[in-house]
């Protein structure tokens, strides 16, 4: 009896437990497909639950960091959204790629245009970003998201060292450390492309001596169905003198 009711008084508190911590979980976020190197591109996701029951999210704005401005940002077309990128003139300009910037994307948009995210779902929306500022380990987005039922919720709170997680978190996308090309991870095109090329190559460096292996190959394995025939027909004839063995006794 003791067992079971303990039993009982852990599965109530695990139940509370996730009940508490569900909504942490909830919460807009960021993350890179692959890795956010420093001074490199990257796509990054930002995902979006529904955590109402009765209403959709009908619009998600992110707001992009001042103090570290990004001059490339390009969305990914989504069915059923429409996609505005705001762009602001910058106090400072950037160089990318030996040209002056004087205008990066301070915000992205996306306003449903059919049912947008509905209870019980969550959304990814995609962008393409760089290059990634090499001065900073992380990047905070301060994003809102506006419900069917004209209900705010703004996820702008910045994590405090030394503190507890606040309850409207804004996303914070990590960089890792700068690559060698500063043009990030590998996309899955360059990866197929890449393995294609070290397939031809390896093809083309083994034609010459391909013909005489191929040869030895091929009287190897005339020699093996010989010999496997032979073993065949010893078998056979084996159990025959057995079988007529065994009648003779």
């Known amino acids: 009896m003791k067992a079971s009711r303990a039993a ?7 139940t509370a437990v996730l009940a508490v911590s569900s909504p942490a979980f909830a ?7 692959g890795t956010a190197a420093k001074g490199g ?3 990054i996701d930002f995902k979006v639950p529904n955590e109402r029951d009765d209403a959709s999210t009908t619009k998600v704005e992110v707001n992009f960091p001042a103090d570290h401005p990004i001059a490339s940002v390009m969305p990914q077309p989504m069915a059923g959204w429409k996609i505005d990128v705001t762009k602001s003139k910058l106090a400072k300009p950037l160089e990318m790629h030996g040209e002056k ?7 992205v948009t996306w306003t449903a245009e059919d049912k947008g995210i509905e209870p ?8 393409s970003v760089g290059a990634l500022p090499e001065n900073t380990d992380e990047l905070v987005f301060k994003a809102v998201q506006t419900y069917s039922n004209k209900e705010v919720v703004r996820w ?12 409207n978190p804004a996303p914070v996308l990590a960089l890792s ?10 996309t899955a095109e360059d990866t197929a492309e890449e393995t294609s090329a070290k397939t031809e190559t390896t093809a083309s460096d083994d034609s010459g001596p391909a ?20 073993g065949v027909a010893y078998g056979v004839l084996a159990g025959r003198r057995r079988s007529t063995t065994g009648t003779e006794a």
Not at 8 to 14: D, H, I, R, S
């Open 8 to 14: 009982a008084v852990a599965a109530v508190a695990g």
């Open 27 to 33: 919460h807009v976020s960021v993350q890179p497909e």
């Open 41 to 43: 591109y990257a796509v």
């Open 101 to 107: 910037i004087d205008q990066a994307v301070t915000k």
């Open 120 to 127: 019980g779902y969550f959304q990814k929306f995609p962008l």
């Open 156 to 167: 702008i709170e910045v994590q405090q060292e030394g503190h507890d997680e606040p309850e």
């Open 177 to 186: 450390a700068a690559t060698g090309d500063h043009h990030g991870s590998a």
């Open 211 to 230: 013909d005489g292996t191929d040869t030895t190959a091929r009287v190897l394995g005339v020699v093996g169905i010989v010999v496997g025939a032979a």
